[in-house]
């Protein structure tokens, strides 16, 4: 009898990071984007945010984006209801939650079918223990900078706070990353990162990205 190699049962890691780019919502801009195929497009339906598509969003352009570009709602403190409208609306397979959404809550989405990346703000004080109820009830963590605004304040946090990380939800790494950042990313010992999430540092304006700016990240995670 053959034996069978112990790597056989272990997790295999990704050999590459997945890239999500978020804040989008100009047609144009949405079509050259995915002509470069990143993992994932993201779209804000919170109103307070600068890059707030709701209003702008054709629903049947974002319905037949190509498949291979999952599309991302991100939302706010959302009711379950609006959710669950605005994702059937524009066919969206992912949600991301960057307010005070309950482990209850994201496991509700989770059941429905879709993937569910829950947003934490993170600064030197953080205490990866709070993430413990959410264990088991979301795809992906996406780690932010904690500032004014849910998301897209354009500045990093301390990454040394990942090494405390103990937890076996994989998570996404956001807050103001740039281009100049994908070395230190990629040479990161944390077992657990799966992908970044790039905004407004590869913006012209607000909801507008510099294409072959995102071209040049994308081009350094694959």
Sequence with gaps: MTAIPVSTFLKTEPTTLQVKVCGMREPENIGALVALQPDYIGFIFYRKSARYAGEKLNPEYIKHLPATVQKVGVFVDESLEN????????????????????PEFCSQLKQAGFLVLKA???????????????????????FDTKGQQHGGNGITFNWDILEQYHLNTPFFLSGGLDLEHAPAIKAGRWPQLRGIDINSRFELEPGLKNISKVKKMLKAFR
């Design 120 to 142: 934490f703000a993170l600064d030197d004080a953080f205490d990866f223990k709070i993430l413990e109820p959410y264990e088991g009830t979301c795809d992906y963590y996406l």
């Design 83 to 102: 959710i669950r409208t605005l994702t059937k609306k524009f066919c969206l397979q992912a949600v991301q939650l960057h307010g005070h959404e309950t």
